[in-house]
């Protein structure tokens, strides 16, 4: 059927297929007018201004005070190059929802409390939370293709051999949707990532981020960040949907390289 968006969200549409295209056929759509060459200027005027912020913290980074955002992210890259892993810092700078949220305020007002704020020691004592935002990750599949890579050699693959510098895109969707690892994969469940007595259950066949030497280098921060949000809203606030939950759709609106989720309004009741 035609691709409909709500209110206000087209130039999302619009914006996502000229970002796949972008990505399968980049050799041509450089060389074709359009609006997605002004997306290409503007991209590169942001690139600009991200290397001369990420410049001045450099000069002053404090990796044992970071004061925001960025010296995280230089103090995370400090300690992936000290493995010998080179990466480039600009380009990689809710069973019932009712029960669902209950239970992780639950454990968020046990472990954590009203008093302070979480932080990311308390994750490993926050099984259930942590296996809900593993979860989240998993059934939404943001980026079921990932990105592209490339071969670095020939490879034989089953019957077929895929020639040195190949693009490749990693099907991440069949990892995140075995049913071996993940008995009912269709079916949102925590208890994918839980043990029987309750503690977590770590998989290797969790790849959200992309797979292979080349995954996002942000991947750890981003992870944290995640749990951070999570936890520090639904300490201080329940959500609601403003319509009925009958009448909420998890189809992705588009699906490709990435699925866009769509467009929800929720109510964020003050606990």
């Known amino acids: 059927g035609d691709i409909q968006d709500p209110p206000g969200r087209l130039p999302v549409t619009l914006l996502f297929l000229s970002f796949q295209l972008y990505q399968m056929f980049s050799y041509i759509l450089d060389y074709l007018p359009g609006p997605h060459n002004n997306l290409f200027i503007e991209t590169d005027a942001i690139k600009a201004f991200v290397a001369e912020e990420v410049k001045l913290h450099q000069a002053s980074l404090d990796p044992s005070a970071p004061q925001d955002f960025i010296d995280c992210f230089l103090s995370k890259m400090q300690e992936v190059r000290r493995h010998n892993i080179n990466v480039p810092i600009i380009t990689n700078l809710l069973w019932n929802p009712r029960d669902l949220r209950t239970k992780v305020q639950e454990e968020i007002d046990r472990v954590v409390g009203r008093s302070r704020r979480p932080c990311v020691a308390d994750r490993t004592q926050m099984p259930y939370t942590d296996a809900v935002v593993h979860e989240i990750q998993r059934f939404i599949t943001l980026i079921p293709m990932s990105l592209p890579h490339a071969v670095t050699k020939d490879v034989h693959f089953r019957d077929y051999v895929i020639p040195k510098g190949t693009t490749v895109f ?102």
């Open 170 to 271: 990693p099907l991440l969707s069949t990892a995140l949707y075995d049913s071996k690892e993940f008995p009912n994969p269709t079916e949102f469940n925590p208890g994918h990532f839980l043990n029987q007595n309750g503690t977590f259950r770590k998989s290797e066949f969790f790849i959200p981020f992309s797979a292979g030497k080349r995954i996002c280098p942000g991947e750890g921060l981003a992870r944290m960040e995640i749990f951070l949000f999570l936890t520090a809203i639904l300490q201080n606030f329940t959500l609601k949907p403003v319509v009925s939950p009958e009448e909420l759709s998890i189809t992705p609106t588009l699906s490709g390289t990435g699925n866009v989720p769509p467009y929800y309004q929720l109510c964020a009741i003050p606990r």
